[in-house]
């Protein structure tokens, strides 16, 4: 079985101060996991994912994500953050065997705010 | 940019009643899902759909939920007899192929029952 735990349910940041959220996941297989963004009133976005490749991964607006193996970790990281980061994030994992199916597993999210 | 569209964005409705929430995948995908989040809790997965049959179904999905394509573009979500705790955001969610591993979202439907 495969799970993962978001450990803070809300961040609060400055603007222009970097931004962690973090993310532990349970899987069995080699996972992919993935970071979605959902701001107001709008859908999921993806952010960035991860998929056995380089463990460094870039993806939109200027986030980043290492997978981390031995620590069983996923962080979301952005250098500095800016106003607009302000939403819900949530961190996910699939099992690629199950492509077809339900292959993928929410955290709980983690609220971000951003002061001025 | 292709997305996925879901409609209406908000509805309410009294319990008992019956809702079909409706969804237009990317046109060329071939697997589709319907997720939800109750307010404050996780996102749940309900079903996936494929080559129009439920590919596999959460504990969630009981007898009063069904999903449909009717018409080779839209993917629908009823709800026979809403309840209470069926209040929640519903995603929808389409993928093109078994192999890719990222599925689209659509905004979301908020459903309140009252």
């Known amino acids: 079985a495969q799970s993962v735990t978001q450990l803070d349910s809300h961040v609060s940041v400055s603007e222009g101060t970097p931004v962690l959220l973090r993310c532990n996941y349970s899987?069995?297989?080699?996972?992919?996991l993935f970071w979605y963004v959902q701001h107001p009133n709008k859908g999921l976005q993806l952010l960035l994912k991860?998929?056995?490749?380089?463990?460094l991964v870039k993806g939109i607006n200027g986030f980043e994500a290492e997978f981390k193996k031995s620590e069983t970790s996923f962080h979301l990281t952005k250098p500095s953050a800016h106003m607009s980061d302000a939403a819900e994030y949530f961190c996910?994992?699939?099992?690629?065997?199950?492509?077809?199916?339900?292959?993928?597993?929410f955290g709980a999210g983690t609220r971000l705010t951003v002061k001025p | 940019e292709p997305e996925v569209t879901q409609t209406p964005s908000h509805q309410v409705t009294q319990m008992g009643q019956e809702v079909i929430l409706r969804c237009v995948p990317i046109?060329?995908?071939?697997?589709f899902y319907w997720y939800r989040q109750i307010l404050g809790q996780k996102v749940e997965f309900l079903v996936s759909?494929?080559?129009?049959?439920?590919?596999?179904k959460s504990e969630i999905f009981d007898d009063q939920f069904s999903v449909e394509r009717p018409d080779g573009s839209n993917f629908t979500l009823k709800i026979r007899s809403t309840k209470l705790e069926d209040s929640a955001m519903y995603f929808c969610?389409?993928?093109?192929?078994?192999?890719?591993?990222?599925?689209?979202f659509g905004q979301g439907t908020r459903l309140t029952v009252v």
């Open positions: 969610a389409s993928k093109r192929t078994a192999a890719d591993t990222e599925a689209f």
């Open positions: 899987s069995s297989y080699s996972p992919s």
């Open positions: 991860y998929t056995s490749a380089a463990t």
């Open positions: 996910v994992v699939s099992d690629p065997r199950r492509h077809n199916n339900n292959d993928m597993r």
């Open positions: 046109s060329n995908h071939l697997y």
């Open positions: 759909f494929y080559n129009n049959e439920i590919s596999e």
